[in-house]
């Protein structure tokens, strides 16, 4: 498996991810904005888009998703209780931001949830479902990998004040990812690359939930 963080896009400047398997085929893990910019890095890579997996539905995450499956013919998927936001329910936290150039999908989706594994080729994701940030938000977990999203940063959390927030669920989803096995290594929505051992010890949102002393 190959993995290689894109540059951060859109006005809220966010992560996404090329996950790579050993036949060269890809998954994307949010599609934020400039398409073209997102294809360049799949032919630099040589590999093949097959796949976009959304953390959740805003703006920021899924705004080049029209226009990479129209070039590609790549499945996209996302959780059912964040749907909604992908087909047409996030254009006013759009505007709140004032971003420009969002554009919906109202495409063929696959929807799935905690129960479900994706593949594609050798890779295997397991799905946590984290709602709190947004309630169809999931974190993606391949090997000793995590995809968190807007659920987990490094030192820090997704804000649960926009619509569909919800902090006390957050906590909840914390609780699930502080008791995960392992250290893995952790690719969020936002900022920069972390380990879930080192958000035990020093993010205070987690050490809630590790007793403060791991």
Do not use: W
């Not at 539905?57 to 790549?74: M, N, Q, S, Y």
């Not at 936001?85 to 799935?112: C, I, T």
């Not at 940063?153 to 649960?160: A, K």
Request: with cysteine.
């Amino acid at each position: 498996m190959r993995v290689i963080k894109l540059k951060p896009l859109s006005i809220c400047e966010t992560n996404s991810y090329l996950v790579i398997s050993s036949q060269d085929n890809a998954v994307l893990i949010d599609a934020p904005a400039d398409a073209e910019y997102i294809l360049r890095e799949v032919k630099n890579a040589g590999c093949t888009l097959k796949k976009i997996f959304l953390t959740h539905g805003h703006f920021d995450h899924i705004g080049a998703v029209a226009d990479l499956v129209e070039a590609t013919g790549c499945e996209v998927y996302i959780h059912p209780m964040d749907e909604k936001l992908l087909r047409n329910g996030d254009e006013m936290l759009a505007v709140h931001f004032r971003s420009r150039g969002y554009k919906s999908y109202n495409g063929e989706v696959k929807l799935f949830t905690e129960n479900d594994i994706l593949k594609l080729d050798e890779l295997e994701f397991d799905i946590l479902e984290t709602p709190g940030h947004t309630p169809g938000s999931v974190c993606y977990i391949c090997g000793e990998t995590m995809f968190s999203g807007d659920t987990l940063f490094c030192r820090s959390i997704g804000r649960t004040d926009l619509e569909g927030g919800d902090f006390e669920q957050m906590k909840r989803s914390l609780a699930k990812i502080a008791d995960l096995g392992g250290n893995l290594t952790i690719y969020p929505g936002h900022m920069g690359q972390t380990t879930l051992d080192a958000e035990r010890r020093s993010n205070p949102y987690l050490r809630e939930h590790t007793g403060g002393g791991f």
